[in-house]
């Protein structure tokens, strides 16, 4: 068995990677906050990306408008990375199997 794949079935099979994918809410809240944490890193960047095309806010300075959003875009790709490894842990087994995963 590859060590990939071990390792894969070793978190799908553990007590905690089970309770969550079996209990009635965990996962579909974790799900809820990984795509809202999604959403949080995808605004800000596209708050700032607007601001450097000069559609939105320009009488504030981009630098401003970084200082202001980079916080917020760094706690979404923090939350959205911890929230995607618990996603990943309750189903580690399944995702193996798909080729993408493993490239």
Not at 24 to 32: F, G, H, K, L
Not at 70 to 84: A, H, R
Not at 98 to 103: D, L
Request: net charge positive.
């Amino acid at each position: 068995m590859p060590l990939l794949q071990h390792l894969c079935q070793l978190l799908n099979d553990s007590r905690f990677g089970t309770m969550i994918r079996e209990s009635d809410y965990a996962y579909s809240i974790i799900e809820s906050v990984h795509v809202l944490a999604i959403t949080l890193v995808v605004g800000t960047i596209a708050i700032l990306d607007l601001r450097m095309l000069g559609v939105v806010l320009r009488p504030i300075a981009v630098t401003r408008i970084a200082r202001a959003v980079l916080p917020l875009t760094w706690s979404g790709f923090t939350v959205s990375f911890l929230s995607g490894f618990l996603l990943f842990w309750a189903e580690s087994a399944k995702m193996y199997t798909n080729p993408s995963f493993r490239a």
